[in-house]
T-cell receptor
């Protein structure tokens, strides 16, 4: 149980285009999902907390107009990188918080496989 | 504020050796959760364990064991008889009540290289 999928796994795009990344909790409902960014050989940096049915909460320094987050259902959150530029190239990872409804460990974040974004 | 320190940046061992990954945390809260995640080269973070602050019992799961000591604010992770497949980056993390136990504070990770 507690599987999180992320799509696409890899994307290469031209500068100026927008890229949408999907994060799905497959076997549990998640009112809260998280988006992280990870640079090579570094730890995860929390970008924002995605709340189902309400606005996302962004961490300090993260541009909300640049990284649009939508959490339209209890199993899906999307991150759209708008007008992507080479400096947005990174590994983006989502997680979903299992609040114990599925019977597995509660208050635990389960992570997706990540999306590697390369902006040319 | 909370903080998680993984002082070991990289550890190299030979297969079948035992290895311990250190994790030291800082928090003023009396209630908190501690976690370990594994990130293999594929990139996905794999959940290994969650421990709440009131449960100091050590835990063993196959070749993995965890030693939680509140007196030293440590939550160390030992792999017994390491295997090549254990090669990954391991992250220790903490969640606390000030964020509703929602946000994870990660350490910087320890890269484990297990050679044949």
């Amino acid at each position: 149980g507690a599987v999180v999928s992320q799509h696409p796994s890899r994307v290469i795009c031209k500068s100026g285009t927008s890229v949408k990344i999907e994060c799905r909790s497959l076997d549990f409902q998640a009112t809260t999902m998280f988006w992280y960014r990870q640079f090579p050989k570094q730890s995860l940096m929390l970008m924002a907390t995605s709340n189902e049915g309400s606005k996302a909460t962004y961490e300090q320094g993260v541009e909300k107009d640049k990284f649009l987050i939508n959490h339209a259902s209890l199993t899906l959150s999307t991150l759209t990188v708008t007008s992507a530029h080479p400096e947005d190239s990174s590994f983006y990872i989502c997680s979903a918080r299992d609040e114990g409804l599925s019977g597995s460990a509660s208050d635990t974040q389960y992570f997706g496989p990540g999306t590697r974004l390369t902006v040319l | 504020a909370q903080k998680v320190t993984q002082a070991q940046t990289e550890i190299s061992v030979v297969e079948k050796e035992d290895v311990t990954l250190d994790c030291v945390y800082e928090t003023r809260d009396t209630t908190y959760y501690l976690f370990w995640y594994k990130q293999p080269p594929s990139g996905e973070l794999v959940f290994l364990i969650r421990r709440n602050s009131f449960d100091e019992q050590n835990e063993i799961s196959g070749r993995y064991s965890w030693n939680f000591q509140k007196s030293t604010s440590s939550f160390n992770f030992t792999i017994t008889a390491s295997q090549v497949v254990d090669s990954a980056v391991y992250f220790c993390a903490l969640s606390a009540p000030n964020t509703g136990f929602q946000k994870l504070v990660f350490g910087t990770g320890t890269r484990l290289l297990v050679s044949p």
